[in-house]
């Protein structure tokens, strides 16, 4: 019986995460976000931050993280980074 698409899927980002969480830390971000789990949204960012991905070039128009734009920990990026933090 083939794994269930749930269960493919974890297997697939927890392989991806095994292999780049220092080169690919915003992008594991943008996995979480598709997922909806913001806390993992924002640990991996803050990874992201740590490592200086250049991803974080795209902290504000990245389309995965706009909903999370109202989270406090967003803004607190942002300030880290020196861009600003949107009003939406």
């Known amino acids: 019986m083939p794994p269930r ?3 493919a899927a974890d297997a697939a980002l927890q392989n991806f ?4 969480s220092d080169d690919a830390p915003f992008q594991i971000g943008e996995a979480y976000a ?3 789990d913001v806390d993992n949204v924002f640990k991996w960012l803050e ?19 706009q909903s999370y734009h109202r989270d406090p920990r967003f803004a607190r ?11 939406n």
């Open 47 to 65: 990874h992201a931050h740590k490592v200086k991905d250049p991803g974080l070039e795209d902290l504000l128009y990245d389309a995965f993280l």
């Open 17 to 20: 995460i095994d292999k780049y």
């Open 5 to 7: 698409p749930a269960a």
């Open 77 to 87: 990026l942002c300030k880290e980074l020196n861009l600003p933090v949107p009003k």
């Open 34 to 36: 598709m997922r909806k």
